[in-house]
C-alpha cells in the first residue's frame, strides 16, 4: 500500500507531478447556523502538476454527508461529486484597498499557509462551496407545522392551515366588516 499524501509541498522541487487518491476524515464543519455537519467518507482524486505560478491541482471530491433537512430538521444523509480546478500558491497576493473585479485566474487562487496545501483544508473548502442551498430530505418533504411544530412528515396534526397573503389581510377585514352589517 502506498504512502498517504496529506498535504502538497509548494516549494519541493520534486515531483513534477503528483497522482492523488486519499480518503480523509473531516471532523469539526459547522453549518452557517451552528449545527454540525457530519462528514461520514471523503475521497479526493486529482493531478497537481507544478506551473510557473504554483502548482495546479485538478481534482475530484465525493463525499457522503449527514446534513439538516431545510423543511422538517430531520438529518438525512447525502451525496456530495464536486470536479474542481485550483492553482495553489504559497502567500496571499495583496489586491489593495477598494473596489476590484476579480478575474477567472483569480478565483481559481488558494494560498497554502506555510507554503503547505493542506488536503483536508482543500475538501472542507469544497464541501462548504458545494453544499445545496436548501437540502431536502425527500422531494415531497412536509416540514414542519408552523402552528405545533409536528413534523408534517411523521404525523397529522390537527392545527388548520390558513395560508394568506398578507397583502391580502385588509381585505379580508373589509369582507369581515361587510358580513357583520
Do not use: W
Not at 28 to 47: I, Y
Not at 79 to 91: A, G
Amino acid at each position: 500500500m502506498g504512502s498517504r499524501i496529506m498535504y502538497i509541498d509548494l516549494r519541493a522541487t520534486e515531483p513534477d507531478v503528483i497522482r492523488l487518491d486519499e480518503s480523509l476524515e473531516l471532523t469539526d464543519l459547522k453549518l452557517s447556523g451552528g449545527e454540525n455537519l457530519v462528514v461520514k467518507q471523503a475521497r479526493l482524486q486529482g493531478l497537481a502538476t507544478r506551473g510557473p505560478d504554483g502548482v495546479d491541482l485538478r481534482g475530484r471530491l465525493q463525499a457522503r454527508l449527514e446534513i439538516p433537512c431545510c423543511r422538517c430538521l430531520e438529518i438525512h444523509e447525502t451525496s456530495l461529486d464536486s470536479e474542481f480546478q485550483l492553482i495553489l500558491v504559497p502567500d496571499a497576493v495583496e489586491f489593495g484597498v477598494g473596489e476590484k473585479q476579480i478575474g477567472e485566474r483569480e478565483s481559481l487562487l488558494f494560498y497554502a499557509e506555510d507554503g503547505r496545501a493542506e488536503l483536508d483544508t482543500i475538501a472542507r473548502e469544497q464541501i462548504y462551496l458545494n453544499l445545496p442551498l436548501k437540502p431536502l430530505c425527500r422531494e415531497d418533504c412536509q416540514g414542519l407545522c408552523p402552528t405545533c411544530g409536528a413534523n408534517r412528515n411523521r404525523l397529522k396534526c390537527g392545527c388548520r392551515s390558513e395560508e394568506l397573503d398578507p397583502r391580502l389581510a385588509p381585505l379580508l377585514e373589509l369582507k369581515k366588516k361587510l358580513d357583520g352589517s
